[in-house]
Nanobody
Framework: QVQLVESGGGLVQPGGSLRLSCAAS????????MGWYRQAPGKQRELVAVISSGGSTNYADSVKGRFTISRDNAKNTVFLQMHSLKPEDTAVYYC???????????????WGQGTQVTVSS
């Protein structure tokens, strides 16, 4: 059984910073890409940032220069450092991981439960 557990959300003032963490646990062979998505009320879930197993990254235009995604492969953990937060960053943030199992060619995508980030004065 694979689980992704997120932490680090909360309430922050505009211009502030937060760091989200997401740790994968369970029995598996390896983790390919890991990423962060977010969903604001009344909107579709959107990609925020993704990082490959080798460390290559991609970001949504709306967060470039403000957010940084990183990972610790030894701890099966992905991070999202968020700076210069804006009210429009308010959303539930979800992590995901593409996990490979021994004997299976294709990875399977798992999701965290989500963590609320609220940017408000």
């Amino acid at each position: 059984q694979v689980q992704l557990v997120e932490s680090g959300g909360g309430l922050v003032q505009p211009g502030g910073s937060l760091r989200l963490s997401c740790a994968a646990s369970g029995t598996f062979f390896s983790i390919n890409a890991m990423g962060w998505y977010r969903q604001a009320p009344g909107k579709q879930r959107e990609l925020v940032a993704v990082i490959s197993s080798g460390g290559s990254t991609n970001y949504a235009d709306s967060v470039k220069g403000r957010f940084t995604i990183s990972r610790d492969n030894a701890k099966n953990t992905v991070f999202l450092q968020m700076h210069s937060l804006k009210p429009e960053d308010t959303a539930v943030y979800y992590c995901n991981a593409d996990i490979k199992f021994s004997g299976s060619y294709y990875p399977r995508r798992y999701w965290g439960q989500g963590t609320q980030v609220t940017v408000s004065s």
